[in-house]
């Protein structure tokens, strides 16, 4: 059993930072790459950033120079910083990770519930 939970989310200004959290725990052999998605209201899911087990990173457009993605694989943590923060970022933030557990032995996508942000104007 694998769980993603995410934590940080919450209500925040425009032109502000948040830093959202995701633990990765159980049955956990490895962890391939991590990453970030959002979804707002009446909108599709999409890709905020991504990185990989060595730490290379990639972003989305919107995120580009805003958002900065890491992981402490010691803790099985992926962080996303956020700075300067629009209204427009307001959307649940979910995390996601691709990882092989005992019992698959292979690798699998692996989904957090998600935390919402919300930015005011």
């Known amino acids: 059993q694998v769980q993603l939970v995410e934590s940080g989310g919450g209500l925040v200004q425009a032109g502000g930072s948040l830093r959202l959290s995701c633990k990765a725990s159980g049955s956990i052999l490895r962890i391939d790459d991590m990453g970030w998605h959002r979804q707002a209201p009446g909108k599709q899911r999409e890709l905020v950033g991504s990185?990989?087990?060595?730490?290379?990173?990639n972003y989305f457009d919107s995120a580009k120079g805003r958002f900065s993605i890491s992981r402490d694989n010691d803790k099985k943590t992926v962080y996303l910083q956020m700075f300067f923060l629009k209204p427009e970022d307001t959307a649940v933030y979910y995390c996601n990770a691709r990882i092989m557990t005992d019992m698959t032995m292979r690798y699998l996508d692996f989904w957090g519930q998600g935390t919402q942000v919300t930015v005011s104007s």
């Open positions: 990185i990989t087990s060595d730490g290379s990173t």
